[in-house]
């Protein structure tokens, strides 16, 4: 955790995200790709994901609370620099959150990770697996295995194999979990990311669930060879602010692709899915700022085949280049409303 950048505990700002909302705060700390705040008007500690604050918050953050005068005079902010330097490092950039570097030296930060006494190997293992996906996504990604939730997992697994299929309503803790017909836990994070089949088109709830931002800890059990489950119902961690993704905003690696959807959550697009217009466009070349809702975008429009949403204000959309390498520009649309961001899958 790096420190809270020299600010005074007393230091008040007004935060405009990119959406344009306005919130009263004082900085906490900065943890990689997010800042820790406390709001002014009930006390809550929110995690905001850097690359949804403004420019003029970020130059705010840059200057350790002060903000140059040319910002304060209301200077056009769009010549600025995207990355903002903090503390030894580059943050904040609304289209690239992380470089490369970053993103392998995350995961094996989060793969170096030891193990606690009281999980299995396993349990570990999973945990790790499930923190990948999340920290590529941009949510918070310290969620621990938990021994209990584990033996509750156990339980939805076994009562899975006894039935002879899946189901939520089987009570032993299986309307609490995330349920796999493969007895591999580990292996079935990756399968709940996908997310696939017809059961889970409209939905995507098993993705939803391993994104939650406010999960602080995790349970995984298995019923040996076939059938598996997650419980995922936890809420002790930290709630953020602004939208996340999967694949996640700005670079990501095409190995963590799972499945023919792409999901976005948090928008201020609010559905329902027949009035949501979706569009994705395969650039030809990395953009230097992120495009507006009525900015011509070059490159190849690419044909969006099944839009829905679901928890966690997701939406969720598949698309003709879901699993190729490119940089895409993503625009969500509905009414007056409009969210868009950016993918590199390298």
């Not at 995207?82 to 943050?91: E, L, Q, S, T």
């Not at 470089?99 to 790790?128: C, F, M, N, W, Y």
Request: hydrophobic share 35%; glycine share 12%; charged share 25%.
């Amino acid at each position: 955790m790096i420190p809270a950048l020299g600010l005074a505990a007393d230091d008040w700002h007004t935060f405009t995200g990119v959406n344009g909302r306005e919130m009263v705060a004082k900085v906490l700390s900065v943890e990689g790709n997010a800042v820790m705040i406390e709001r002014k008007e009930d006390g809550r500690r929110l995690m905001i994901e850097l690359g949804n604050l403004s420019q003029k918050d970020l130059m705010f953050l840059r200057g350790g609370g002060k903000l140059p005068d040319s910002a304060k005079a209301g200077a056009a902010l769009g010549s600025l620099p995207v990355a903002v330097p903090v503390a030894g490092k580059i943050i904040g950039n609304a289209l690239y959150p992380r470089t490369r570097d970053e993103i392998r030296d995350g995961i094996r930060e989060i793969e170096k990770r030891p193990k606690p006494a009281d999980v299995s190997k396993g349990l570990h293992k999973a945990a790790q697996q499930l923190n990948i996906f999340r920290f590529l996504c941009g949510v918070p990604s310290e969620v621990i295995a938990d021994p209990e939730y584990s033996k509750s997992a156990t339980e939805a697994a076994i009562a899975c194999k006894q039935n002879g299929g899946l189901s939520h309503a089987l009570g032993h803790s299986t309307d609490r979990c995330n349920l796999s017909s493969i007895g591999d836990f580990v292996a079935s994070v990756a399968q709940y990311m996908a997310d696939s089949g017809d059961n889970n088109r409209d939905a995507r709830g098993h993705r939803a669930w391993c994104l939650n931002p406010s999960m602080g800890k995790v349970g995984f059990g298995s019923a040996g060879g076939s059938y598996s489950a997650m419980w995922c119902m936890d809420g002790s961690g930290h709630s953020i602010t602004g939208s996340w993704a999967y694949p996640g905003k700005g670079l990501f690696p095409i190995e963590y692709v799972r499945g023919n959807a792409w999901s976005v959550y948090g928008t201020r697009v609010k559905g329902p899915a027949d009035k949501i217009q979706v569009e994705v466009f395969k650039l030809p070349k990395r953009p230097e700022q992120p495009y507006g809702a009525n900015d011509i975008i070059p490159g190849h429009l690419c044909k969006v085949t099944h839009v829905s949403t679901g928890m966690n204000n997701a939406i969720n959309f598949e698309h003709e280049d879901s699993n190729k390498r490119g940089i895409y520009w993503v625009r969500i649309s509905e009414d007056h409303n409009s969210d868009g961001y950016l993918v590199e899958l390298y």
